[in-house]
């Protein structure tokens, strides 16, 4: 086998100390579908960002199509047909989707100016031909997060590289997202296309890759046809140990409505109706699943719960008081805790440390602070209590939070969450981005959660998380709930698809 890349003994120590990369070799043989996978803070990324010129490595070297290469900038990369696709979106926020497709390579008008209409055009059509469908003329930060990472990989793709990498692109997609993405990438390859792909989510791997390399501490494990693993097998070389996917069992009792929500309907700016009389309450020891297709109108429903959207009809009640008209912050602290969906717009600061993303919401009372001044002693003890809990992989607390790896940073959200005091949590994607082992140990605390009988919105693209956790389910779709199951361990994944799709739906669906 033609081998596109080879990569030799590539030792990566950021200034900060922190070894990512550790005599990793790996070869990437052309025309292939190459799996990398790996506990959060791994290193993938790192090495990723290594291979497309971004940073450079204290020692090791990068092959490819059998010559030594020196990158210096992502720039370098493409100009030799290496294309990325990034964790954390690189797009230009105040840019429009047209501009940045082209950004870079504009199509000008008198040598100067950039052609609009024809970046418009342009853009249109690479979202046709590879099925994706997306605005051309909006500003990319008014646009969700799903739609964001939509251009992301079709601007990748549209600059035709022969070497394409894919750092985690399916985090926000749904699942038809997902197929038509996996269809394309088998498309390339048929047309000699060589693709990296990174996921921590097993089936997906299995599904797609040809070939599969586990990293670990930074070091690679193995390397392996992907035939030769089963998911079991991935997952026990990531984290050295089984992993539990079974369900956990219901609650032995619950308790009376901590959360109601009442006849929601919202109507948009656009006038389009995006929440249509959604009505349902969870109980003390609950955990409420909503199933469902992203963009079906789960979004606006989680922001009208925490107060960041303003509902056009209904109410919401917390443990019998009325939620109208209240600030977020007066929201939480009526007792809602809220794990976002999208960890780099709303989760966290990431020019901040640790310790301060700990504390943003709680900063104000005691023992935290003592007439008006932080007491940082207490501050960072508790930081330090909440890092070893979830395993945040961290120098210190006192660490930039944009210097932790993907995954990592999700768990500093979690970890503030479920430290919050609460009685109802919101948790929309908690596990997004997280590597399986913990995974298992979220999926673990949200049990526990439960059983302090505590009420749990658990909003989720994966099934399986829904499946696996939630005491009863409930569908929507176009914005409204089109069904309702009670009796979960009765349901699978494939008897929720066609009331996700808008196919079937209940007489009796709440609301
Ligand atoms: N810019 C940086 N400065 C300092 N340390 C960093 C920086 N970027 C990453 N690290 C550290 O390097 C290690 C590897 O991070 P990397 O992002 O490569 O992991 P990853 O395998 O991609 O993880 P994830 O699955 O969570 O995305 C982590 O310990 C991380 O904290
Ligand atoms: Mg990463």
Redesign the pocket.
């Known amino acids: 086998m033609e081998k596109i890349l080879e990569v030799k003994g590539i030792l990566k120590i ?3 100390g ?1 070894i ?1 990369n550790k005599d990793v070799s790996v070869d990437i043989e052309k025309n292939t579908i190459h799996a990398i996978v ?10 990723m960002k290594v291979i497309f010129g971004i940073t450079q490595p204290q020692e090791g070297e990068v092959f490819y199509k059998g010559e030594k290469i020196n990158l210096k900038s992502p720039h370098d990369a493409i100009e030799i047909g290496i294309g990325m696709v990034h ?1 954390h979106l690189m797009l230009a926020p105040d840019l429009t989707t047209a501009e940045n497709m082209v950004l870079g390579i504009e199509p000008l008008r008198g040598k100067i100016f950039l052609n609009i209409d024809k970046a418009f055009e342009v853009t249109k059509k690479v979202s046709q031909d590879y099925g994706f469908d997306i605005p051309i003329d909006k500003k990319i930060k008014d646009l969700p997060i799903g739609i964001r990472q939509r251009v992301e990989i079709l601007k990748a793709l549209f600059r035709n590289a022969e070497l394409l990498i894919l750092d ?1 692109p399916t985090t926000f997609l749904t699942p038809q997202e997902i197929d038509v993405l996996f269809n394309t990438l088998k498309d390339l390859k048929n047309h000699g296309k060589t693709i990296i792909f990174i996921s ?1 989510k097993l089936k997906e791997v299995k599904q797609i890759a040809d070939r599969i390399t586990v ?1 670990s501490d930074a070091k690679i494990v193995t390397t392996k046809e992907a035939s030769e693993l089963t998911e079991h097998d991935i997952a026990y070389l990531m984290v050295g140990r089984d992993i539990s996917f079974e369900r956990i069992s219901p609650p032995e009792k619950m308790g009376k409505p901590l959360l109601s929500v009442q006849n929601i309907s919202y109507i948009n700016d656009e006038n389009v109706k995006l929440l249509n009389n959604v009505s349902f309450d969870i109980r003390e020891s609950e955990i409420l699943g909503l199933a469902g297709v992203e963009g079906n109108g789960q979004s606006e429903l989680i922001k009208i719960i925490t107060g960041l959207l303003k509902a056009s009809e209904g109410n919401i009640y917390i443990k019998g008081e009325s939620i109208k008209g209240l600030s977020p912050r007066v929201i939480r602290e009526m007792g809602i805790a809220h794990i976002p969906e999208d960890r780099m717009g709303y989760g966290v600061a990431d020019k901040t440390s640790l310790e301060e993303n700990f504390i943003v919401d709680r900063y104000y009372k005691s023992p935290f602070s003592k007439i008006f001044r932080l007491i940082w002693k207490y501050i960072t003890n508790h930081s330090r209590k909440l890092i070893e809990q979830f395993k945040i ?2 120098l210190s607390s006192k660490t930039t939070v944009s ?6 940073i999700q768990k500093v959200v979690v970890a503030r969450e479920l430290s919050s005091e609460h009685e109802i949590l919101i948790a929309a994607q908690p596990t997004r ?1 997280i ?1 399986v082992g913990s995974e298992e140990h979220v999926h673990n605390l949200l049990k526990n959660t439960r059983d302090a009988g505590k009420a749990i919105f658990l909003i989720s693209a994966d099934l399986d998380e829904i499946l696996k956790l939630s005491t009863r389910i409930i569908v929507i779709y176009n914005g409204e709930i089109v069904a309702e199951f009670t009796d979960v361990p009765k349901i699978s994944g494939k008897y929720l698809g066609p009331y996700m799709l808008g196919v079937k739906k209940q007489e009796a669906a709440v609301g």
Request: charged share 15%; proline share 3%; hydrophobic share 25%.
């Open positions: 950021y200034p900060n922190v990512a790996g506990e959060n803070g791994a290193g993938k990324t790192t090495l964790q985690e921590h990293m992989l961290t210097s932790l790896s993907g995954g990592n981005g590597d």
